[in-house]
C-alpha cells in the first residue's frame, strides 16, 4: 500500500501571500512533488491596454504590483517616452530614482514583516508595518494615495517635492538604519529562526538561471546581476551603490540581501535628495497626453523592481492605442522554482522556503 | 556548551529590543472616534462642479475604467460617475482644463446600497449653480 498523500495548499490560505494553490504530493511528512497552480488573480492587464489609449492605461499598470506601483509605471513610462524620442529632464528622473528606491525599501519592509509572520514571530510584523506607515504617508502627500500612485506621467513627473518633502525624507532616512539594526537584533541570529532558515530551500545558482529567476532570489545564489549597475536605466550610472550579493544559496541568504539591499537603498535616497535640494529644474517634457498618438516601432524596458527584473514590452502601431503590451514580472518565475527547490524538504518548511522567495501574487497572474 | 551560550544570549538581546520597544509612542488611531490626517493630494471621492464644466467630454475619454458619463443637451450638462468603477486614479482631475472635477478628501464610500455609488448631478441643480 503507498503511503503518498495528496494535499492541497491554497488557494486560499493565509500563507500563499495572496491566491496561490500549491498541489503537494507528501510521503509522510516529505515533500516528494508540488504543483503550483497560478491563474487565479488573472486580470488581463495586458488585454486591457488594447482597448485602452495610452493615458488611459497609465493608472492601470500600478496593479499590476501593488507593492511596488513605481517600477512598473517606471518601466509603462519608459517604452512609451522612448518611442516617442522624448528626453525626460535630470529633475525629473533623480524624482523617479527617489520613489522607486523608497518603493523598494517599503516593499522589503513588508516582505519581512510576512516572512517572519510565516515563521511564527509576530513582533517583527508590528514593526516592519509602522516605518512601512512613515514611507506610505510620504507617498500619500507627494502622490494623492498610498499606493495606486498615478505619479509618474509620460515625459516626467507629476509633481514637484517640495523642500518641506525632502526633510521629511531625510528624517526618515537618518532614523531607518537603526530601525534595520533592530531587526537584526531580533532576527538574525536567533537561533529559532536560523534553524529554520539555514540550509533550507537551496536554490543553486545553476538551477536559478536556468528558472531565469532574477532580483534578489538570483544575488543570493551568488550572482552578481542587478540591473541597475549591469545595464544602468535613468540616473542609476551616476549614483554610487554596491548592490547586495550573497553566496548561501538558502532562504538565510535570501534574508541576508534583502537587508543588505535596503541599505544600499538608503544610500542611494541619500545622495538623490542632496541632488534635488541642491538642483531646480523641470520636471516634466510637457507632452500632451490626451489624444497621444505613438509612431510605429517597439520596444522593451528593463527595470530592477523589488521582486526581480521587470520588462515591459510594448509595440505600437501608429495609433492611439497600444498594439500589444507583454510584461515580465520577477514572481512568475520565483513560483516556478518552487518544486525545484522544496522537493525532499519537510512539510513544515514548505511555507518558510515559499516566504523567502518573495511572490506576490498579482505580479503572477497579471 | 559556547553555541547553546550564544544562542541564549542572542534570544535575551531579541526580547530585551522588543521590551525597549515597548516603550515607543503609538502609532495606531482609535479610528471612528479620531480620524487621519489627510493630505491635500488626497485622491477621495470625486466632487464636480457643474459651474464650471464645458462639457468637453475629456474626463470620460480619459477614464480606465469608463466611470464617468458626461451628456451635453444646449446649455444644460449631466454628469454621470459610477463609484463602483471608478478606480481613484485621478486622470479626469487631472486632464480637466477647467478645474471642474476635484477629488476630495473624503475617503469613507463604504455603503449597503450600489445606487448610492452611482452619483447623477445636473448643472441646473440649485446646489451646483
Redesign the interface.
Known sequence: MSNIMKINIGPQHPSTHGVLRLITELDGEEIISIEPVVGYLHRGLEKLAEN??Y??????VDRIDYLGGFFTSYAYCNCVEHLLNCVVPKRAEYIRVLCMELNRIASHLLWLGTFMLDLGAS?PLF?CF?DR?IILSLF??????RM?Y?YFVFGGV??DVTNEWLNKVSDFIVKFPQCIS?YE???T???IFTDRTVNKGILSKNVALQYSVTGPNLRASGMDLDFRKSNPYSVYDKLDFVPAVNHLCDSYGRYLVRIAEMKSSVDIVKQVVRYLKENNGDISANIK??NLKVQEGEYTSYVESSRGLLCCYLRADGSGKPYRVKWRTGSYYAVQVLPQIAKNVNYNDLIAIFGSLDVIMPEVDK | MIKIFRKILSLIQGHITVFKHSFKKRVTLEYPEVKPVIPERFRGKPDWYGNKCIGCKLCEKVCPAFAVTVDKLNDNINFKIDLSKCILCGNCMYNCPKSAIKLTSDFELATDLKENLIVNKNSKDELYE
Open positions: 485602452r489609449s493615458l488611459q492605461y497609465l493608472p492601470m513582533s514593526y509602522r506607515e500619500e502627500e507627494l502622490t494623492g494615495q495606486m498615478n507629476r509633481f533592530d537584533k531580533i532576527i541570529k536567533n537561533p497626453a490626451i
